[in-house]
């Protein structure tokens, strides 16, 4: 079994700052890749960003240049640093994971976080 929880969300007004962290826990032998995804009120849930094996990340236009991804390998955990918000960040957001179980299969599965309201105030 592997759990996903994230934390971190919460109020802030616009122009401040939020950090989210997504742990991932349970029968994991490596992970693969971490991404965060929001759901906006009453629109479809979008890609935020994505961090891989190997550090390398992509950003949504959006995003660029206010949040930015990481990721802490010994903690399978994984971070997403909210700068200068804008109320249009205000959604729900979600942390995906990719997530080898074994060492003796190179299947991957894709869990999902139960999600964390940030909400950004004008």
């Known amino acids: 079994q592997v759990q996903v929880v994230e934390s971190g969300g919460g109020l802030v007004q616009a122009g401040g700052s939020l950090r989210l962290s997504c742990r991932a826990s349970?029968?994991?032998?490596?992970?693969?890749?971490m991404g965060w995804y929001r759901q906006p009120p009453g629109k479809q849930r979008e890609l935020v960003a994505t961090?891989?094996?190997?550090?390398?990340?992509n950003h949504a236009d959006t995003v660029k240049g206010r949040f930015t991804i990481s990721r802490d390998n010994a903690k399978n955990t994984a971070y997403l640093q909210m700068n200068s918000m804008k109320p249009e960040d205000t959604a729900v957001y979600y942390c995906?994971?990719?997530?080898?179980?074994?060492?003796?299969?190179?299947?991957?599965?894709?869990?999902w976080g139960r999600g964390t309201q940030v909400t950004v105030s004008s």
């Open positions: 349970g029968s994991i032998f490596s992970i693969k890749t």
């Open positions: 961090i891989y094996s190997d550090g390398s990340t």
């Open positions: 995906n994971a990719a997530i080898q179980g074994s060492m003796w299969s190179p299947l991957l599965s894709t869990y």
